[in-house]
């Protein structure tokens, strides 16, 4: 059974730059989630989607955003990129509420 | 507010010592709790989880955790470490219903030889 698949795995953007993200969750998994981790401030919930409906939402600027296709996959977004936007971002899935989330290897974005 | 507190952020120890990771957590209400693991350049690997039930939860590759309510705790054991369990580890905890996690600092394991 195929895992959480995030693309791309690197990427390299410029200051003012938008940039999307790509998170395919494993098959049947309804709930995807995303979180961004840094050294300074550690692993964040950004939000999450279920069904298409963007049911949490973590504490980030609205330069952040995603959605949920019908098919379960999920993009987020970020414009206007700043230095401080560079981190790990990683998406979940879940099959169940409580379940616990099954991790993709996340995409590692650097903004110069 | 939900928040998790790791004690230590490194523990250093040699192959085949046991290990305990500690974890606290607060919230007012019924809350899930979670360990993960992360190896370099990796996501995050569900060790095990507590949702109800026994307090005493075995994971994958010899961890176990227990839950302890009056001390809101949630440490990770394991009685013998070996050199690829070094790696770190997160504690993590969503209230009961809700998909979102609230993360620890993190845990620098370091197995030595």
């Known amino acids: 059974k195929a895992g959480v698949t995030q693309t791309p795995r690197y990427l390299i953007k410029t200051r003012g730059q938008q940039v999307t993200l790509s998170c395919s969750p494993i098959?049947?998994?309804?709930?995807v989630s995303w979180y961004q981790q840094t050294p300074g401030q550690g692993l964040q919930f950004l939000f999450e989607y279920f069904s298409e409906t963007q049911r949490n939402k973590g504490n980030f600027p609205g330069r952040f955003s995603g959605r949920q296709f019908s098919n379960s996959r999920s993009e987020m977004n970020v414009s206007t990129l700043e230095l401080g936007d560079s981190a790990l971002y990683l998406c979940a899935s879940s099959l169940q509420t409580g379940e616990g989330y099954t991790f993709g290897s996340g995409t590692r974005l650097t903004v110069v | 507010a939900q928040s998790v507190t790791q004690l230590d952020s490194q523990v250093p120890v040699f192959e085949e010592a046991p290990v305990e990771l500690r974890c606290n957590y607060s919230?007012?209400?019924?809350?899930?709790l979670f360990w993960y693991v992360q190896y370099p350049n990796q996501g995050l690997q569900l060790l095990l989880k507590?949702?109800?039930?026994?307090?005493l939860v075995k994971g994958i590759n010899g961890f176990e955790a227990e839950f302890n309510k009056s001390q809101t705790s949630f440490h990770l054991r394991k009685p013998s470490v070996h050199i690829s369990d070094t790696a770190e580890y997160f504690c993590?905890?969503?209230?009961?219903?809700?998909?979102?996690?609230?993360f620890g600092k993190g845990t620098k394991l370091t197995v030595n030889p």
């Open positions: 507590y949702l109800s039930g026994s307090t």
């Open positions: 993590a905890v969503s209230q009961g219903g809700s998909e979102k996690l609230v």
């Open positions: 098959s049947g998994h309804r709930s």
């Open positions: 919230s007012s209400v019924s809350v899930y």
